[in-house]
């Protein structure tokens, strides 16, 4: 079965640094999907970055860039310039064609004036 | 505007009633997810749907039940036998071809 493994449960960084969060996940699949979403205190779950583990080169949306090691299972999400509007829950998740879509347990990064 | 909907936002309800929370899509996905969220926690899936007429428990399905007799629509019934009720739900649904779950606005469950 796949699983999602989130190790930081809180972070807080200073605003305009450059922050990371891991994920690293288990699964027997060649292809699938990876994700990270954002939850802010609103609680609507907003999709911050999109991964398909067939394309070697890294995603990136402005200031979000995943560091994706297919090898060694891990996804983690570099947030630059992190700005206070970035200040939320953060989820890691996994899909594979036709099965369900898996999600870590969340990092909540603070980001501090 | 294609999107996913969640009714109400906030609900109500005593203890030992059942009650169903409305999740309608318009993007022409296949498959549909509930999820629930405790303060603080991650998302616990209850139940998913690949296609019409199907679905699956999830992690946590004990004292919920579903139907999908549309594919547009995926209601969650929470019944009495649902020892903690109140949590937050969010509906999802997604499509193979991208692979991503497109939320709802998620409904606020307070049992009394």
């Known amino acids: 079965a796949q699983t999602v493994t989130q190790s930081q449960p809180e972070m807080s960084v200073q605003e305009a640094e450059t922050v990371t969060l891991s994920c690293t996940y288990d699964t027997s699949e060649n292809n699938y999907y990876l994700f990270w979403y954002k939850q802010p205190p609103s609680r609507q779950m907003i999709l911050v970055i999109r991964?398909?583990?067939?394309?070697?080169q890294n995603a990136t949306e402005n200031r979000f860039s995943v560091n994706f090691q297919k090898a060694a299972k891990s996804f983690s999400l570099k947030i630059s310039d992190s700005q206070l509007g970035d200040t939320a829950m953060y989820f890691c998740a996994f899909s594979h064609r036709d099965d369900k879509i898996i999600f870590g347990k969340g990092t909540r990064l603070h980001i501090l004036p | 505007d294609g999107g996913i909907t969640q009714s109400p936002k906030y609900l109500f309800r005593k203890e030992g009633q059942n009650v169903t929370l409305s999740c309608e899509q318009n993007?022409?996905?296949?498959?549909m997810y509930w999820y629930r969220q405790d303060p603080g926690q991650g998302l616990r899936l209850i139940y998913y749907s690949q296609i019409v007429n199907d679905f699956q428990k999830g992690d946590i399905a004990e004292g919920y039940s579903v139907s999908r007799e549309k594919k547009e629509s995926f209601p969650l019934t929470v019944t009495s036998a649902q020892k903690n009720p109140t949590a937050f739900y969010l509906c999802?649904?997604?499509?193979?071809?991208?692979?991503?779950?497109?939320f709802g606005q998620g409904t606020r469950l307070t049992v009394v």
């Open positions: 999802a649904s997604s499509t193979d071809r991208e692979g991503m779950a497109f």
């Open positions: 991964q398909e583990a067939y394309k070697q």
């Open positions: 993007l022409n996905h296949d498959a």
